[in-house]
């Protein structure tokens, strides 16, 4: 789905609506070090001459059937305060983008 780049929103600290701006919170950011199965697998010179891969992929099966869209973590950030409001209940979309509207 599209989204515009800025929308206008109630802002819970100036208690009234103001023009947001839109903001896709990134998802995947890794904390710290590696794993342990991670090390592991990159002392034992990664894919290349271990066998295959640490954990075999499993199966497909209708059973198993990974989801094709993902949870979209947008936040809003408010024009006058600067604070950022996350959206209460998010969605699933497969494609999403912020566009430019008006401009
Ligand atoms: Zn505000």
Known sequence: MKMPKSVKRYCPSCKKHTLQNVTQNKTGRKRGAMTIGERRHHRRGGIEGYGGFPKPQLEKSSKHKKKTSK???????????????ALKNTFRAKKFEIVKIGV
Not at 71 to 85: G, H, L, P
Request: glycine residues 0%.
């Open 71 to 85: 949870k979209i973590d947008i936040r809003f950030e408010c024009s006058i305060c600067k604070k950022k409001n």
